[in-house]
């Protein structure tokens, strides 16, 4: 058997350790004589596994009494729509647009009321994150969104925007558990766990409950109001649980490591290595405004098509594989998720120095 470093966006690298446990684990959960993916979800071991799963993403995080923890299906795209379809009491929403991500929130939430893109990254490709410090919020806002990492261009919010009081919605797919959080400044933390957490087909949503109501548009479907969920402790109907058994299982690893705290250092370290090579590298450079750099994702170019598509060939030759960048953007993308080790990046960083001597 042979690993290879995997620097996919998502879904993306797991920890090894998690891998192997669940790999022990998978014919006779804990002595009960099947895999957690054959268990009734009322069952009293898939209780545990959600219970415990919940209390220890509160405690990574700090979540207060006063949010609720879901674990929910249809991706973060799915999100896209829940959140009007739940918090647009005025229709009326302020969306920040840095990326994709959040371009196709916007467009998503425009079905259902008014939309007011009050800031944009757009003019150089979704480079860097606008100054959020004084944005025209509207008055009657519902809410005001962010896609907080930006999977696909590598910004990341250093700083929150002012909302001028309103309720913040963030999208934090890709930065999930990277580095410690203040809950209370959000309204909705929400994102897909395959990016930094567990596997594909768990949104994870963070919600304070004042925002959780029946005062929903007509319309909404039940499987698609917050309340459902949340008064029914994440077991409406049947839950994605393997992958919450999963998520749960990268939260003990995450608890192990030290928590976010100790994340976001090991994080530093490895974005450091690949940035301090990037900056100073005659071949490579990286797209992303130094002080808006993502942690998580990271993509640079050469500037040239084809030397970009001959250096993710003869990368995943050499064992370092999904490095080609999104297909909207071209270049290339190394996701340095959590479960990426340090020995990763390093040796990514030694192949790239391998190639620029070859092709300079
Ligand atoms: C991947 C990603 C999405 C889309 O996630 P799905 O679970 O495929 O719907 C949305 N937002 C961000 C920031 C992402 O990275």
Known sequence: MSRVYNFSAGPAVLPEEVLKEAAAEMLDYKGTGMSVMEMSHRSKAF???ITTAEQDLRDLMGIPDNYKVLFLQGGASQQFAMIPMNLMKNRVADYII?????????????????VNRIASSEDKTFSYIPDCSDLPVSENADYVYICENNTIYGTKFKELPNTKGKTLVADVSSCFLSEPVDVTKYGVIYGGVQKNIGPAGVVIVIIREDLITEDVLPGTPTMLTYKTHADAKSLYNTPPAYGIYICGKVFKWIKAQGG????????????????????????????????DRSL????FVTGNADMDAKFVKEAKEAGLENLKGHRTVGGMRASIYNAMPYDGVVALVDFMKKFEEENL
């Open 260 to 291: 976010l705290a100790a994340m976001k250092e090991k994080n530093e370290k490895k974005a450091k290595v690949l940035y301090d090579f990037l900056d100073q590298s005659r071949l490579f450079k990286g797209t992303v405004v130094q002080k």
């Open 47 to 49: 209780e545990e596994i």
């Open 296 to 299: 998580m994702n990271v993509p």
């Open 98 to 114: 840095t990326g994709q991500w959040a371009k196709k929130a916007a467009k998503e939430a425009e079905k259902y009321g008014k």
